[in-house]
């Protein structure tokens, strides 16, 4: 059993920063991978930002130069550091990572999502 547990969602102002976080947690052996994934009402989900074991990072076009993702390997966190915050980054965001369980297979887990709303 492995859980993800996201918090720092909220609701700020254009321009503003947020930060949110992701832990993991349970029969983990290794989180191979970590990453933020975004679902606005009627779009498709889509990535934010992913990062590696090894610290490898990927961004979505949307947020390049704007967020930025880090890890705590030690403690299996992920965090999203999310700059200058625009209205159409108003989304359901969801923590996603890929874990080697200490049962010995591979799956991929999903967070319970956070909201985040930018508005004025």
């Known amino acids: 059993q492995v859980r993800l547990v996201e918090s720092g969602g909220g609701l700020v102002q254009p321009g503003e920063s947020l930060i949110v976080s992701c832990a993991a947690s349970g029969d983990i052996a290794s989180v191979n991978a970590m990453g933020w994934y975004r679902q606005a009402p009627g779009k498709e989900r889509e990535l934010v930002a992913g990062?590696?074991?090894?610290?490898?990072?990927d961004y979505g076009d949307s947020v390049k130069g704007r967020f930025s993702i880090s890890r705590d390997n030690a403690n299996n966190t992920a965090y999203l550091q999310m700059d200058a915050l625009r209205p159409d980054d108003t989304a359901v965001y969801y923590c996603?990572?890929?874990?080697?369980?200490?049962?010995?297979?591979?799956?991929?887990?999903w967070g319970q999502g956070t909201q985040v709303t930018v508005s004025s």
């Open positions: 996603r990572a890929v874990v080697y369980t200490t049962l010995g297979y591979t799956r991929v887990y």
């Open positions: 990062i590696t074991l090894g610290g490898s990072i």
